[in-house]
């Protein structure tokens, strides 16, 4: 007890920090079977026992924080996580015999929370490290990654019909660590999403809330790096499998649930892949509008697509393209309606009426259009404020204000001198491109006075081993559904313009 309450209280910067870890480190390594079971014997009160179990999942988490060694004190690091294993694997054994049919959730939630921080903990990453220092670790303590994972799968599994009191909360976790790059590990803990749904679905009547944890957490996890093409075949195939061998209603909206999540890892790892690569900008654009518009047409999560849609204004912007941005802000502004719903207080807005917001994106975009010299886009804008201005919130300053804006406009497009810039149509075919490009086609502004040639030619930059079509023919399915990239480009008139658009 004294030695656990002076873990949580010590001044880890203070030179004693480390002895007393390791004095309690040591004390712990000496402990058997036989010692821990008088331990627990010892505590015959469930209140004794449940007061010493929360103390010492505190004590471990603070230990597998690991601010009480220096960083490259690795032997020292894996002894205290061997010794945290060791003794967690006798303390769950009383966590499962005494409060699980009384059940305790504090306590529960408690252990989970440990296990997972001690699995994804940076020290246990093994292929961090060097190779040499890798094959030390494994030949002496193994990958302790994967018993704490199936010793967390067992206790989830054992939990029966408590399940339901860690959803949607523990889908993160278990996210989190069946994110490790170790196969078996993956492939153990993958089926537990499937018994999540069930549970929340036989309960609730569906699987709503595990559906919306696992989308948030999931565009979350990636962005830190989590995550590879492996994951991604081991998640739909293992899920899918067991969808199939289900007899009940669900299984067709489960299947859907299932293609959705794999559909939407494919965009997140090309997106974070373009993001992290020194991929020309109009291929990031091109990935992030992928992957909002995934957001808004597939699964229809309007907080993650309203996310992505700022993504990519703020790269337009940075890329001074100011009527782009100006389009980008506008889908968000197409959301909101003139009304006086209060809107909750976001990153970029204060709390405000939904009316105050759309005018604020109103005002930005205006003077996107400005800069880019987009008049023509601006004017109906400005048309709309006005008629607010006049006739719902008779605000006349503002409306002298707008109409001076929208004069200003019609001058400038009278009078200003803008150079032309082309539009092309380009088709990306084959197997070789990446899924938010592969047998899609793009619309691309050029630049000032550019011709088809010069544009052609940072296409081949960008993509040198694409073979060049210059034709309106549609290509073959033999062509689309090959290994190889294939780029249809040609020019287009107003009126082809107008067509697509």
Known sequence: ELMFQGILTIDRTGEVAGHYVSCLIGLLGLMNEEHYRCLLEGLTDRKKLKDFLIRIFIVFRELVK?????????????????VVLTALQYFSQALTETFLFMFDQQLWSSYFGLAVAFLTQPSLQLESFTEAKRNKILEKYSDMRVPMGFEILSMWQSLGEHKLNF?????????????????????????????????????????????CEMIDKLDILISQDKGDDEYRELFHSILLERVQEENADWQETAGAFVNSMTRLLERLLDYRHVMKGSENRDKRMGCTVSLLHFYHNDIK????????????????KEAENYTEAGFTLLLHADMLGWTGLML?????????????????????????????K???????????????????????????????????????????????????????YGKKFPFFLRNKTFVYQGQPYEKIQDFSQRLQTEFPNASFMTHNLPLEEEVINSDVECILESKLDAVQLKLLV
């Not at 996210?175 to 036989?202: G, N, Y």
């Not at 999560?301 to 993504?311: G, H, L, P, S």
């Not at 990153?347 to 880019?372: H, S």
């Open 344 to 372: 909750p207080q976001d990153e970029r807005y204060p709390r405000q009426q939904e009316r105050e917001r759309k005018e604020n994106i109103y005002v930005t975009v205006i003077e996107y259009f400005d800069k880019g």
């Open 301 to 316: 999560r309007e907080e993650m697509y309203i996310r992505y849609i700022y993504k990519l204004h703020d790269m337009h």
């Open 66 to 82: 690991q601010d009480h060694f220096p960083r490259d004190w690795v032997t020292m690091r894996m002894l205290t996580n061997n």
């Open 167 to 211: 959803l949607p909360g523990m889908v993160g976790s278990f996210l989190e660590i069946s994110l490790v790059p170790e196969t078996e590990l993956r492939k153990a803990l993958i089926p537990v999403f499937h018994d999540m749904m069930e549970c929340e679905q036989e309960t609730r009547g569906s699987f709503k809330e595990v559906e």
């Open 374 to 428: 987009s008049w023509e886009n601006g004017i109906p804008l400005c048309k709309e404020l006005a008629e607010q201005y006049e006739k719902k919130t008779f605000e006349y300053a503002k409306l002298s204000h707008i109409l001076q804006t929208q004069a200003h406009f019609f001058e400038n497009i009278l009078t200003e001198l803008r150079p032309e810039r082309p539009f092309y149509k380009v088709g990306y």
